[in-house]
């Protein structure tokens, strides 16, 4: 999983409450992404970063918030967790100017 | 705005056949087209990509076609094994975005001994 690793990898919450996902990589890599993954719908990109404090949307940001305070931790916030938000959760890194990801393990996040 | 579309969304072959998986996509400056697996459980694995540049390419069982013109690519496997058995997602990189991939909704793949 190209050094990355990913907390929780389950999870089960209630609708309403503050979710932390959390990825991690060893390998000082610029640019880190989160995506979710849906039956039906592939994987579909929330917010990506190129940097420390950087950080841009995809196209599912809605209800979703980012941050990257040190190059080995992207933290994906889900502020007020819905059911429309059960999915799995995948962190992705690309290797310097390689356009070429690798994904993580996934987080399986369950809202009720 | 920009999408890949990827057929079929299911596909069973059996053990020692070749599977072809196509897609298509919208966005004229994507310029790489990876192709990932992904086993039940697991996160999505790179398997082959291609360049815009370059027309096919071939990995021992699996090739990549790309046709710019028509705006399609296509995965090829050859001589398909029971472990092939997997869902296999094809991306388009998104024109001007480093590094953001739009993808297919997948194909699952299963190979029958």
């Known amino acids: 999983d190209a050094g990355i690793t990913q907390s929780p990898r389950h999870k089960v919450t209630e609708t309403g409450t503050p979710v932390t996902l959390r990825c991690h990589q060893t390998e000082n890599h610029r640019y880190m992404y989160w995506y979710r993954q849906d039956p039906g719908h592939g994987l579909r990109l929330i917010h990506y970063?190129?940097?420390?404090?950087?950080?841009d949307k995809g196209e599912v940001s809605d209800g979703y918030s980012v941050s990257r305070s040190k190059t080995e931790d992207f933290l994906l916030t889900l502020e007020s967790a819905t059911s429309s938000q059960t999915s799995v959760y995948f962190c992705?890194?690309?290797?310097?100017?390689?356009?070429?990801?690798?994904f993580g393990p996934g987080t399986r996040l369950l809202v009720l | 705005g920009e999408n890949v579309e990827q057929h079929p969304s299911t596909l069973s072959v059996q053990e020692g056949d070749s599977a072809v998986i196509k897609c298509t996509y919208s966005d004229s400056a994507s310029n790489y087209f990876p192709w990932y697996k992904q086993e039940l459980g697991k996160g999505p694995q790179l398997i082959i990509d291609i360049r815009s540049n370059v027309g096919e390419k071939k990995d021992q069982r699996i090739a990549v076609t790309l046709n710019k013109t028509a705006k399609h690519f296509s995965l090829h496997i050859t001589e398909t094994q029971p472990e092939d058995s997997a869902v296999y997602f094809c991306a388009a990189s998104r024109g001007g975005s480093q590094g953001n991939l739009i993808f297919g909704k997948g194909t699952k793949l299963s190979v029958k001994p």
């Open positions: 970063s190129y940097g420390v404090k950087d950080t």
């Open positions: 992705a890194i690309t290797h310097g100017q390689s356009e070429t990801q690798y």
